[in-house]
């Protein structure tokens, strides 16, 4: 189990540290864009695609890292309260139907991707094709889904050992 764990740990960390990359690269583009408005009146041309498709990355790329980290919300005043056994419980139930969720938010947002890339869909400004984007964030569903995945292996593993 941890030979198959490690690959995914360390796309996790790779994924981490674009998402970091991204939220740096908004926040510079963002105060350059403003920047340079107050200063020489000159905006950045089609810097709100750059920083929406900067965000967009972050967030999809940030999403398994927020479930190892158990930074996600949850109702942890009652579950806190709860015996250890009810509470492994509702944590593998809370684990397999956030996979069935994201499996089939992965699943559609690769196919609407494709749809993008069918019909030649160009963001506005900088006529960038927008299906890149729709494939980078399933693809940060995609390992947040293997992340769940190996969570709910590693509960039934863990009770059988």
Known sequence: ?????RPLHITEKIMRVIAAAC????????GA?????GAFNTPIFGCEEIVAILGVVAVGFALPYAHYQKSHIGVEILVRRLPKRVRDGVGLATNLATLALVSIITWRMFLYAGTLAESGEVSMNLELPEYYVVYVLSFGFFVYALCLLADVVKFFTKRGA
Do not use: Q
Request: net charge negative.
């Open 1 to 5: 189990m941890e030979e198959a764990k």
């Open 23 to 30: 939220l740096v690269g908004m926040a510079a583009m963002t």
């Open 33 to 37: 864009d403003v920047f340079l408005r």
